[in-house]
């Protein structure tokens, strides 16, 4: 469960960071406009997919400190 919350959270925090413009002038209607994407022909997903490469390269270092502490 604290993945979980560890992937949403960085999913809130890039999708902030990247369209600060839009969640503060028109929130609803840049998500209505996901599924008209166009980001590198990923279209509605690209935010899953692009959080999941983050979520990834943030598991790494966390892996291999939890295997060098054992």
Known sequence: MKEIYIYLITLFVLSLLMHFKEFFSIP???????????????????????????????WLPRAIYKLIKK
């Open 28 to 58: 609803f209607e840049h998500i209505s406009n996901l599924t008209h994407s166009g980001a590198y022909g990923l279209g509605a997903s690209h935010p899953l997919v692009f959080t999941l490469i983050a979520y990834l390269l943030l």
